[in-house]
């Protein structure tokens, strides 16, 4: 909808999600300035709601646009949504993952907005994913002349993936997630500065909790039969990368593109190659895909999550219970000691 034609519909428009955005504030008690003794934080999703909380604790309410259950790619927000992002005092997100959010901030955010992508540069979409050359491929991923001069077949890329494309899911490296809750507390503390010894002593605690699992994940991950994991949707390469491991995307970086028939049967012979035990899909995503290639290589179907939201049936898990339920799933699929 255009609503820039006339001053008069301009106007009209901006009436209804006025009111619209009132109805839904008032219908909700998570609104932005309800506590005036606490600083209001909008995260963009789960992850980032997880370390908010922790790092802000009983000083800071946290609402979060994506809620439990929806995929938080394809965030769409309502005018009351809007509305929490301008009032908010502060705005933690992921510029480039939703690109609601990314409009939203650009319109509304002003100087309130804690970018993580500025703590911490995202790893290129590629990076932690397998790399299945037989060592005819270049660096560049494309194909190149074999030995005898002729030109090698080029590999099915997973669908929707594009040169320069980079890789969201940083919270999946809990020591990656430990910096920037160590920033959060230092923006947290320069909104509120009374307080900013209290926020920066809950980071601490939190990344010795966090350096915890990840000492549990290097030595859970040493010993293993495989170090390949087939996945639905590239989201693992952060944690491939950091545990030695490799991942064999089904599709790119967002789940709902579909792969291709060619890029399904290269997925299917490496499962086999590497016999796979197990295809990995995820909670918001359908598993149709995995439960195809599972059934073509004798393989199983599991969960792996990559904790981009909660879902709507986990009553009391957090990022810590999530991210253990991973390391048990992947040490059963990977035949670890």
Same mark, same amino acid.
């Given at each position: 909808?255009?609503?820039?034609?006339?001053?008069?519909?301009?106007?009209?428009?901006?009436?209804?999600?006025?009111?619209?955005?009132?109805?839904?504030?008032?219908?909700?008690?998570?609104?932005?300035?309800?506590?005036?003794?606490?600083?209001?934080?909008?995260?963009?999703?789960?992850?980032?709601?997880?370390?908010?909380?922790?790092?802000?604790?009983?000083?800071?309410?946290?609402?979060?646009?994506?809620?439990?259950?929806?995929?938080?790619?394809?965030?769409?927000?309502?005018?009351?949504?809007?509305?929490?992002?301008?009032?908010?005092?502060?705005?933690?997100?992921?510029?480039?993952?939703?690109?609601?959010?990314?409009?939203?901030?650009?319109?509304?955010?002003?100087?309130?907005?804690?970018?993580?992508?500025?703590?911490?540069?995202?790893?290129?979409?590629?990076?932690?994913?397998?790399?299945?050359?037989?060592?005819?491929?270049?660096?560049?991923?494309?194909?190149?002349?074999?030995?005898?001069?002729?030109?090698? @077949?080029?590999? &099915?890329?997973?669908? !929707?993936? /594009?040169?320069?494309?980079? $890789? =969201?899911?940083?919270? %999946?490296?809990?020591?990656?997630?430990?910096?920037?809750?160590?920033?959060?507390?230092?923006?947290?503390?320069?909104?509120?500065?009374?307080?900013?010894?209290?926020?920066?002593?809950?980071?601490?605690?939190?990344?010795?909790?966090?350096?915890?699992?990840?000492?549990?994940?290097?030595?859970?991950?040493?010993?293993?039969?495989?170090?390949?994991?087939?996945?639905?949707?590239?989201?693992?390469?952060?944690?491939?990368?950091?545990?030695?491991?490799?991942?064999?995307?089904?599709?790119?970086?967002?789940?709902?593109?579909?792969?291709?028939?060619?890029?399904?049967?290269?997925?299917?012979?490496?499962?086999?190659?590497?016999?796979?035990?197990?295809?990995?899909?995820?909670?918001?995503?359908?598993?149709?895909?995995? @439960?195809?290639? &599972?059934?073509?290589? !004798?393989? /199983?179907?599991?969960?792996? $999550? =990559?904790?981009?939201? %909660?879902?709507?049936?986990?009553?009391?898990?957090?990022?810590?219970?999530?991210?253990?339920?991973?390391?048990?799933?992947?040490?059963?699929?990977?035949?670890?000691?």
């Amino acid at each position: 909808m255009n609503i820039r034609s006339t001053p008069r519909v301009l106007a009209a428009a901006s009436s209804a999600l006025l009111a619209l955005g009132a109805v839904t504030a008032c219908s909700s008690d998570e609104v932005a300035g309800a506590d005036p003794q606490r600083v209001d934080v909008v995260a963009a999703f789960y992850p980032l709601q997880f370390v908010s909380e922790r790092v802000g604790g009983d000083a800071v309410t946290v609402v979060n646009l994506a809620k439990p259950g929806a995929e938080p790619h394809d965030l769409e927000l309502n005018p009351g949504q809007v509305g929490q992002v301008s009032e908010a005092e502060l705005v933690v997100y992921l510029k480039g993952f939703q690109p609601a959010v990314d409009e939203a901030v650009e319109q509304n955010g002003g100087d309130r907005v804690f970018d993580v992508t500025t703590v911490q540069p995202l790893l290129d979409a590629a990076a932690g994913g397998h790399d299945h050359d037989h060592g005819h491929e270049g660096e560049d991923g494309h194909s190149h002349e074999g030995e005898d001069g002729h030109e090698e @077949e080029k590999k &099915a890329e997973p669908a !929707g993936e /594009k040169d320069g494309a980079k $890789d =969201p899911h940083v919270w %999946l490296d809990p020591t990656r997630l430990a910096t920037i809750a160590d920033k959060l507390a230092e923006r947290l503390g320069t909104a509120d500065p009374d307080r900013a010894a209290d926020y920066t002593a809950r980071a601490t605690t939190l990344r010795t909790e966090l350096e915890k699992l990840d000492a549990e994940f290097t030595q859970g991950l040493k010993t293993c039969q495989r170090r390949e994991i087939v996945v639905s949707h590239t989201a693992f390469g952060y944690l491939t990368e950091r545990y030695q491991l490799e991942q064999i995307g089904i599709s790119g970086l967002s789940p709902e593109n579909e792969p291709s028939p060619q890029r399904l049967a290269e997925v299917t012979e490496e499962a086999r190659e590497h016999k796979a035990t197990t295809i990995f899909f995820e909670t918001l995503v359908s598993p149709k895909v995995a @439960e195809t290639i &599972a059934k073509e290589v !004798g393989a /199983k179907t599991a969960v792996l $999550d =990559p904790i981009e939201g %909660l879902s709507a049936d986990n009553t009391g898990g957090d990022y810590f219970s999530v991210m253990r339920s991973n390391l048990e799933t992947l040490r059963t699929a990977l035949g670890c000691s």
